[in-house]
């Protein structure tokens, strides 16, 4: 009878066990910038460290890197989709208190909502970092919206 609750139970668990068991990897090889959806995933019966498992969280994610086919993707592979590209012409702003100030700066890298880039403001030349926010402006020292 104890083997029998035993097996029942084993039998009970054993699917979520395979379910916390699993690694993401690529279905087909990812370019970099590109969107994930779940026809871009796989899993293995694997649990790797450091590795994407839950289809949910790496779905609408932007691949920061070429993933080949077969090759588990890796947390560090997939961010935000960009709202900001390379070069590209940006607000700068900087708010403290009532102080607020406005300016142009160029951007040094790809980025999306809430990262921290490297930005040059046109005006001084000067290399500063900030965060991105959802319009596309880079928030600098003070407050971030």
């Given at each position: 009878m104890i083997k029998r609750c035993i097996f029942l139970l084993v039998l009970a668990i054993w699917p979520y066990h395979n379910a916390i068991a699993e690694t993401l990897i690529a279905a087909r090889t990812l370019r970099a910038n590109t969107i994930v959806t779940a026809d871009d995933l796989k899993t293995i019966d694997q649990s790797i460290p450091g590795m994407f498992s839950d289809f949910?969280?790496?779905?609408?994610?932007?691949?920061r890197k070429v993933i080949y086919a077969g090759k588990p993707i890796s947390l560090n592979d997939l961010g935000m989709a960009a709202i900001v590209e390379r070069n590209q012409i940006i607000p700068l702003i900087y708010s403290h208190?009532?102080?607020?100030?406005?300016?142009?700066g160029r951007s040094l890298q790809r980025a999306g909502l809430g990262e921290i880039i490297r930005v040059m403001n046109l005006a001084s030349k000067t290399t500063?970092?900030?965060?991105?926010?959802?319009?596309?402006?880079?928030?600098?020292?003070?407050?971030?919206h």
């Open positions: 949910d969280t790496a779905i609408g994610l932007e691949t208190g009532g102080l607020s100030i406005h300016t142009d500063i970092t900030g965060t991105v926010s959802q319009s596309g402006a880079v928030y600098v020292g003070g407050l971030s």
